[in-house]
C-alpha cells in the first residue's frame, strides 16, 4: 500500500544545531508539504512544492528549508534550531490532480532544548 | 491574523447525542473546505468537504454546513460516538485543485462520553 512516512518520530536536539526531518511518499503525488502543530494556532504551512526542483515559502518559513530532488522526498531541515521550532511537524502530500485532500504522515516531534 | 477560526478548543458530548463543532473563516476568497480528524500520535485524516456552490454536503453520520454570507461552517456528527473523540481541524483553500495551500483553524478537542 502507498504511504507516507516520517522520520525521525521523535528527537530532542539543542539550540543551535542544525535538524534534518525526513519525508518519504510512495503515492507519487507531485504536490508535498510541511506544517507544523502548536496549541492553539492549529496547522501552519512552513514550504510546500509542487514538483522536483520546486520548492515555496509558507506563512511560516523562517529557520526552515527544504529540498525536492525526487518526486518522493521532501526532507525539512532546521538551519539553527531555536526553542521556538519546538513542535510537531507533520509532512502531506497530494495528487497532482482533483480535490486538494492532503494525505498526511504521523508527525515528527521535535525538542529543542 | 487566523483567517480561520475554531472558537471552541474543546467539546464534551455524551454518547448516541449530536456533536457541533464551528468553523469561521474571514477570506472571502475561500471556497473550498474540508474537515479533518486526528487521533494522538497520528497524521489527521481527511473526513469531509464541501464547496461553496453548497451549502450541505453528508456523509454517513457527518454532516458540514456552509453559510457564505456569514462565512460559517460547522460540522454535525449523529449520533456521536465514542471512537468519534479526537481534535477536528477545519481547513479553507482559494479554489479545489490539488495544488491550492489549505489555511487550518486551531482545532477542536471532542470527547464522546460512554
Known amino acids: 500500500d502507498a504511504e507516507i512516512t516520517q522520520s525521525p518520530r521523535h528527537k530532542i536536539t539543542e539550540t543551535g544545531r542544525q535538524v534534518t526531518l525526513a519525508c518519504h511518499q510512495t503515492?507519487?503525488?507531485?504536490?508535498m508539504f510541511w506544517y507544523r502543530q502548536d496549541l492553539g494556532h492549529g496547522l501552519r504551512l512552513i514550504h510546500y512544492?509542487?514538483?522536483?526542483?520546486?520548492?515555496n515559502k509558507g506563512e511560516v518559513s523562517d529557520g526552515y528549508s527544504v529540498s525536492r530532488s525526487n518526486t518522493e522526498d521532501l526532507p525539512l531541515t532546521l538551519e539553527s534550531a531555536a526553542s521556538s521550532q519546538t513542535s510537531v511537524y507533520f509532512c502531506?502530500?497530494?495528487?497532482?490532480?482533483?480535490?486538494?485532500?492532503?494525505?498526511f504522515g504521523a508527525g515528527s516531534r521535535l525538542t529543542v532544548l | 491574523d487566523q483567517q480561520v477560526k475554531q472558537n471552541s478548543p474543546s467539546l464534551s458530548v455524551q454518547e448516541g447525542r449530536i456533536s457541533i463543532l464551528n468553523c469561521d473563516y474571514t477570506?472571502?476568497?475561500?471556497?473550498?473546505f474540508l474537515w479533518y480528524k486526528k487521533y494522538p500520535a497520528e497524521g489527521p485524516t481527511f473526513l469531509i468537504s464541501?464547496?461553496?456552490?453548497?451549502d450541505k454536503n453528508e456523509d454517513g453520520r457527518f454532516t458540514v454546513f456552509l453559510n457564505k454570507s456569514a462565512k460559517h461552517l460547522s460540522l454535525h456528527i449523529v449520533p456521536s460516538q465514542p471512537g468519534d473523540s479526537a481534535v477536528y481541524f477545519c481547513?479553507?483553500?482559494?479554489?479545489?485543485?490539488?495544488?491550492?495551500?489549505?489555511?487550518f483553524g486551531g482545532g477542536t478537542r471532542v470527547l464522546v462520553k460512554p
Open positions: 502531506a502530500s497530494s495528487a497532482g490532480s482533483g480535490a486538494n485532500v492532503l494525505t
Open positions: 503515492w507519487n503525488h507531485n504536490n
Open positions: 512544492s509542487y514538483g522536483v526542483q520546486d520548492t
Open positions: 477570506n472571502s476568497m475561500f471556497d473550498y
Open positions: 464541501i464547496s461553496s456552490i453548497k
Open positions: 481547513a479553507a483553500s482559494e479554489g479545489r485543485a490539488a495544488g491550492n495551500k489549505l489555511t
